[in-house]
Every structure is written in C-alpha cells, then in structure tokens.
C-alpha cells in the first residue's frame, strides 16, 4: 500500500517547523514508519542548493529554477521512493511554497511556475497540507531576537509576507480538500490543540 505525503506550509515566522516532529510521531504512534524532510533540502544537492537560495541575491526565475532543481532530486531519491514504500513523508514546505513565495512573493508568472510544475515527473500531490497561517506583523515580532542571523527571505519586509499570505490562502481557497488552514496566532498550545484536531481526521 503507498504511504502518505504530508506537507507544512506558512510565512516565515508562522511556528510551522516546530510542529513537524509531533505530526511525525502521532504516525509512528500507529506503527507507521516516516521519513520527515524539507525544501529546499533533503537531499545533499537539495541541501547545497538552500543555501545559495537563501543567502545569494538572485531573479525570481533563478529562485523558481532552481528551487524545482533541488525538487526533482528530492522527489526522485527520497519522497517517490518512500511513498512507494508504504512510508509516509513529513515535508516541511513543498510545491505551494513555490507558489506563495515566488509567484505571490517576488511575481512569477504563473505560466512559469504551472510548466516547472509539470515538468516534476512524478509530482506527487500531498494527501493533507497544513498551512499556518498568522499575520504578517506578528510573525516579525516573533522573529525578533533570535540568535542566528536571518535569510535574504526573512529579512523582506511585511509588504512581501502579505502577498505570501495572499497567496498561500487562495491556494487554501481552490483546494479545500486538500490544504487545511490553522489559525497559527495565539499560543503555542493553541496552535499545537488546532493542529491536532486538524490532524485527527487524516490520521484516521
């Protein structure tokens, strides 16, 4: 039987990553192996490349290039394999990223990101996608202080995260079904207990 795919999505500054561990082991709660990974990343290649897509100035299109690059790596060695494995894969961030990042973000044509998108074979679709979703403004305070110094995303300012958010949640809109929206403002309990419930019915 093939596995399932989840993915994390949401602004910088949203707490999406510090739920990908919980979601991982309320899986493995059910005797399921998981494989929990990111984009960019998860693969050596995927791992070279987040690092010059995050701290090298570059156009939208070189960002979009190669970030479906490093997709393709991961999709072919990783996630496919994985999947076909009767595994389930955890991906922090995924396809809508591009979409909310790149085209609401930075102003891809849209026609350049859906022919990227089609060239991803196999492109798996996620079976649940949870976006966090909180605004722009608190998702800066929240970043305030941290110890590391931020990416060239992170440090956009609130304008670009607005049309991010713009973008993610028309996502949200054309496929209920698939993306489920968790109100990521509040506390971290909060969030967590939305997360939960959100999560109960996939895991069924």
């Known amino acids: 039987m093939r596995g399932r795919f989840i993915t994390l999505e949401g602004i910088d500054g949203a707490g999406k990553s510090s739920h990908v561990q919980f979601i991982a082991d309320q899986v493995r709660e059910r005797g399921v192996h998981v494989i929990d990974t990111r984009e960019p990343g998860g693969t050596r290649v995927g791992e070279d490349v987040r690092k010059i897509v995050l701290h090298e100035p570059m156009g939208v299109r070189a960002e979009a290039y190669l970030m479906f690059g490093a997709r393709s790596e991961h999709v072919t060695k990783v996630i496919e394999p994985a999947l076909a494995a009767g595994e389930w ?49 608190l998702a800066a305070e929240r970043q305030q202080g941290q110890q590391r110094t931020p990416d060239r995303f992170e440090r956009e300012k609130t304008d670009f995260f607005r049309r991010v958010r713009g973008a993610y949640l028309e996502r949200a809109r054309d496929e209920p079904a698939r993306i489920r929206v968790i109100d990521a403002s509040g506390s971290f309990e909060q969030v967590r207990a939305r997360l939960e419930a959100a999560l109960a019915p996939v895991l069924a």
């Open 89 to 137: 894969v955890i991906c922090d961030r995924f396809i809508d990223s591009t979409y909310a990042y790149q085209c609401g973000g930075h102003g891809l044509p849209r026609a350049t990101f859906d022919a990227l998108v089609k060239a991803l074979e196999p492109a798996p679709v996620p079976d649940a996608t949870f976006l966090f979703d909180v605004d722009p403004a």
